[in-house]
T-cell receptor, first 113, second 115 residues
Framework: KNQVEQSPQSLIILEGKNCTLQCNYTVSPFSNLRWYKQDTGRGPVSLTIMTFSENTKSNGRYTATLDADTKQSSLHITASQLSDSASYICVVSESGGGNKLTFGTGTQLKVEL | DVKVTQSSRYLVKRTGEKVFLECVQDMDHENMFWYRQDPGLGLRLIYFSYDVKMKEKGDIPEGYSVSREKKERFSLILESASTNQTSMYLC???FGGGLFTDTQYFGPGTRLTVL
């Protein structure tokens, strides 16, 4: 069964600090991996997308990495801001047709003063 | 910017009521999706549609039905609401082609409480 596991489940950091969120997956065959940001009471918004051949993708202060061999991804947030407080969801897409997106349960990040 | 709107942000219904959740997208997207989101479970796909009048079951379709009479509108119907359908419901749309590989754009969600 395809799975996406994220860690940590929750995280509290001080404003201005960096942090790294982890995503491990067992989805196969792999198509792409996305990181979404979901603010409280809102729908998820796509931050980055990476395919098999991509190792790193940046979007402002967000940098995602992918190791397709070990089936691991990370999302690094640099110089955190209060507005980064949200749930970050890792989503892996399966190739070869059929219905498959597998969602992680998210990491809840809180940035404090 | 893609805009996906949902008819209600919060909804309270009683057990046994018929419930309609509406979703509208303004970007001429082919694909539309309904998910529910529960703590500790992540998003789970209820139904999806890749064209007008076309619908496919997702992972948890039991107790739900859908309707897509117009390209921009996708409705989720709870025929007889039950307390275990209390959840956050998220609608999404995507352009076309890769049904599950294209970026999905989500609405703000409807938090449904069934008493």
């Amino acid at each position: 069964k395809n799975q996406v596991e994220q860690s940590p489940q929750s995280l509290i950091i001080l404003e201005g600090k960096n942090c790294t969120l982890q995503c491990n997956y067992t989805v196969s065959p792999f198509s792409n991996l996305r990181w979404y940001k979901q603010d409280t009471g809102r729908g998820p918004v796509s931050l980055t997308i990476m395919t098999f051949s991509e190792n790193t993708k940046s979007n402002g202060r967000y940098t995602a990495t992918l190791d397709a061999d070990t089936k691991q991804s990370s999302l690094h947030i640099t110089a955190s801001q209060l507005s980064d407080s949200a749930s970050y969801i890792c989503v892996v897409s399966e190739s070869g047709g059929g219905n498959k997106l597998t969602f992680g349960t998210g990491t809840q990040l809180k940035v404090e003063l | 910017d893609v805009k996906v709107t949902q008819s209600s942000r919060y909804l309270v219904k009683r057990t046994g009521e018929k419930v309609f959740l509406e979703c509208v997208q303004d970007m001429d997207h082919e694909n539309m999706f309904w998910y529910r989101q529960d703590p500790g479970l992540g998003l789970r796909l209820i139904y999806f549609s890749y064209d007008v009048k076309m619908k496919e079951k997702g992972d948890i379709p039991e107790g739900y039905s859908v309707s897509r009479e117009k390209k921009e509108r996708f409705s989720l119907i709870l025929e007889s609401a039950s307390t275990n359908q209390t959840s956050m419901y998220l609608c999404a749309s995507s352009f076309g082609g890769g049904l599950f590989t294209d970026t999905q754009y989500f609405g703000p969600g409807t938090r449904l409480t069934v008493l």
